[in-house]
């Protein structure tokens, strides 16, 4: 669309910032962009939650069009969570309707007095009195907007968890369906900042450089795509959930121990016997994996049909505390969502409160008269009140793990799983070591899609980054060079703006068919050496600001429990992550120095020496 909307909440004022057209060839959009102007507009002291830190909205080149899967966004600020660099993508529709409302993204500066929300359509931006929806949780936010603004408006919302300030606030679109921009606490800065939504709506017309090849590359594809995710498509994300418990790689009771009996009672496939009605489609998705609910009675029913939980949701809401009541979780799910706080920290925290009370470390008078102990639902469900509303014990636990094991020392740290302050996601390291390296690296901290290296091993090939073969899951050798090239491909896609599983189904020919979706939007032509450059250079951007906030190899280290813990049951099982190894190679293959700061040389090469 070629602009950018810049508002400052502290004096009211908006501008138009024209898009430069040397900056979109180097950084495309999306998130290399967002990271751009994040560099150039935060300094590394900022607070998180003060008026100079900015929130970055920011959408890439395919949103908007008739792409697979391209109807996404990104926020960019700096995490209240774990004070570097923060970024969280989201999928839903509110990206392409962003793009029809004129502009390409949003840069928030400043802090309004009172509560507000910005209500942006393709003839005018209003800041508008928010006074009636402060309070609100994200679904009521979000039909309240609907009625008073436009029935076809977007809007992305914060709840009660946001306006709270938990730390892991999460932006939430869609209402009921929730789909959000989930982690590092973007939507704790929104609610920093007084500011309760975003409303958009436009009838703009997105262009198109081949709107007729596009559409052939559509017809083309669609169908083999559609039959390579028929699996998600019935039982979505969490639909391998006892897959994942069978390879070890499912969080149980803290990521303490190995073996699940309950794992196929929480996954997709009895979710899809028992509750699900429908199957959830962000903007131009064939694939459908969000899921829509029902639970038409009992102590969980739900107020008519609501978003299931992801994968990620039932395995830390649910094996991770012990709990193998999928009705329950969907309860966890629905609340989390309601109150806005993202579902992984959440569960991280309150089975580390579990494990903590277990082994005796927590005074009674400070649980609140809640039983914290693996399995109880009940607990879980009065805790997650308490975080969102940020009473009693829910005011340590909605400071993240690295807060609540400084607040209760002794030995409690051993059980605050997190690298540089973000929780560990739903996947074990010693399952697939290509998670122990990119959880050490990843620029947000423990994150499984900056990588996204895990779901290709074992059987899928990508020979276009060097890998006609499949590589084993422990395999330690070659995992450096793997994790390092997926991560400039996942920032690459991140930047482009498309869904990270359409790449599965690129296999092999991912660049080509990349570089063929670009061309046919932009009618810019650029090659799979250049396109990956891109993703290298996107990549070590977001690591020169956070080396700038002290991040070095003394941060690039994962929870002692994965390096030095064996959990027997198995042939593999006793396998622990050889991570110092993993880094020199990594460190090398990336031209960064031997404690993990980039090389001035290779920057220069990037092409992006002005942030060094």
């Not at 309004?112 to 209003?126: A, G, H, Q």
């Not at 609610?191 to 081949?210: H, Q």
Request: hydrophobic letters at 35%; aromatic letters at 8%; glycine letters at 12%.
């Amino acid at each position: 669309m070629g602009k950018i909307l810049k508002v400052d909440l502290g004096t009211g004022a908006t501008e138009e910032i024209k898009l430069n057209k040397k900056d979109i060839e180097t950084f495309i959009g999306g998130s290399g962009l967002g990271a751009k102007y994040f560099h150039e507009l935060v300094s590394p002291g900022v607070d998180p939650l003060g008026e100079k830190n900015v929130l970055i909205f920011m959408t890439g080149p395919l949103t908007g069009t008739k792409a697979f899967s391209s109807d996404r966004f990104e926020v960019i600020t700096k995490s209240p969570l774990t004070n570097i660099y923060a970024e969280s993508d989201c999928g839903g529709k509110w990206g392409s309707m962003l793009k029809r409302s004129g502009y390409d993204g949003i840069i928030i500066t400043g802090v309004s007095e009172k509560p507000v929300y910005l209500n942006i359509t393709d003839r005018s931006v209003e800041i508008a009195d928010a006074k009636d929806l402060w309070g609100l949780d994200t679904f009521d936010t979000h039909n309240k907007l609907k009625e008073s603004v436009d029935k076809k408006a977007e809007i992305a919302c914060i709840g009660p968890g946001g306006e709270n300030l938990v730390r892991y606030g999460v932006i939430s679109t869609g209402g009921v369906h929730a789909r959000v921009a989930g982690r590092a606490g973007c939507g704790t800065v929104m609610g920093s900042k007084k500011l309760k939504a975003i409303t958009v709506y436009g009838n703009k017309k997105v262009k198109v450089f081949n709107q007729k090849g596009l559409i052939e590359f559509n017809k083309l594809h669609s169908k083999a795509m559609v039959d390579e995710f028929r699996g998600m498509k019935e039982y979505g994300t969490s639909g391998g959930l006892a897959g994942c418990e069978e390879l070890g790689d499912l969080p149980i009771k803290n990521f303490s121990t190995r073996r699940f009996s309950k794992a196929e009672n929480i996954s997709g496939r009895y979710m899809a016997k028992k509750i699900l009605k429908k199957k959830y489609y962000c903007g131009g998705c064939v694939i459908g994996c969000g899921r829509i609910i029902e639970i038409k009675d009992g102590k969980y029913k739900t107020k008519g049909q609501i978003g299931g939980p992801e994968y990620e949701t039932s395995a830390m809401l649910g094996s991770n505390l012990g709990i193998g009541d999928l009705e329950a979780i969907c309860k966890f799910n629905e609340l989390c969502n309601r109150y806005g706080i993202d579902t992984i920290t959440t569960g991280s925290v309150i089975a580390m409160i579990m494990e903590c009370n277990e082994r005796g470390l927590i005074p009674k008078k400070d649980l609140d008269d809640t039983k914290l102990v693996w399995g109880s639902v009940d607990a879980v469900i009065k805790v997650i009140h308490k975080i969102g509303k940020q009473e009693g014990i829910g005011k340590l636990l909605g400071k993240g793990t690295r807060a609540i094991a400084k607040k209760l020392g002794s030995y409690a740290p051993e059980f605050a799983l997190h690298v540089k302050g973000l929780e560990i996601p739903a996947h074990d390291p010693r399952a697939k070591i290509s998670l122990a390296l990119g959880y050490a690296t990843s620029n947000r901290g423990a994150c499984h899609l900056q990588a996204f290296a895990f779901d290709f091993l074992g059987g899928n090939t990508i020979s276009e980054l060097g890998f006609p073969e499949p590589l084993d899951r422990f395999e330690v050798n070659k995992m450096p060079e793997f994790v390092m090239k997926m991560q400039n491909l996942m920032s690459l896609a991140d930047s482009l703006k498309c869904c990270k599983f359409i790449l599965f189904y690129f296999g092999d020919h991912v660049l080509t068919r990349l570089a063929q979706v670009l061309e046919l939007v932009t009618g810019r032509k650029m090659d799979s050496d250049e396109l990956l450059l891109a993703g290298e250079r996107v990549f070590n951007l977001k690591r020169l600001y956070n080396t700038k906030c002290g991040i070095s190899r003394k941060d690039d280290k994962l929870p002692e429990r994965f390096l030095v813990q064996k959990r027997g049951e198995g042939k593999y099982e006793d396998f622990l992550p050889p991570l110092g190894k993993m880094l020199d190679e990594y460190y090398r293959l990336r031209n960064w120095d031997e404690i993990g700061l980039p090389e001035r040389q290779k920057i220069k090469e990037l092409g992006i020496e002005e942030y060094y």
